[in-house]
């Protein structure tokens, strides 16, 4: 089935060599880096904290926090700031593929033009004293 609903847009990022859609309600902004403060005792996918207008946000590495091998921030990197359910957070990702607004949806994968994504489970994601 396509979706081309209202709020059905996704930003598709890539992270750890595959591609992950996120809704766009969810995305605050991209930006290219922020200066970040390393935290002690922390998950090593935890790459530190880092101030994103009036709040202090943690930023993740997205592939270490899913279980992948993470890619070097290049120059493709971007940080995507997300709305979580107790407040912001900002994945570091290999890479914005761009703004997916109709697509096939299939389960918890969307596909467009033979490329393939798969919807990231960001309240989990975002968690990241859950383990």
């Known amino acids: 089935m396509t979706e081309a609903a209202q709020g059905s847009e996704r930003l598709v990022i890539r992270a750890g060599g ?50 992948l091998i993470a890619e070097p921030f290049g120059p493709k990197g971007r940080l995507v700031i997300v709305n979580g359910p107790n407040g912001r957070a900002a994945f570091e990702v290999a890479e914005v593929v761009g ?6 949806s299939h389960g918890d994968r969307i596909e467009r033009a033979g490329e393939v994504a798969t919807l990231l489970d960001l309240d989990r994601a975002i968690d990241w004293r859950a383990g």
Not at 25 to 37: I, Q
Not at 99 to 104: A, H, T, V
């Open 18 to 67: 595959r591609s992950y859609a996120i809704a766009v309600g969810r995305v605050a902004e991209v930006v290219r880096a922020l200066p970040t403060a390393e935290l002690p005792r922390v998950p090593s996918y935890v790459l530190g904290a880092a101030q994103f207008r009036s709040e202090v946000i943690p930023v993740l590495d997205l592939a270490g926090r899913l279980g």
């Open 99 to 104: 703004l997916w607004r109709s697509f096939e």
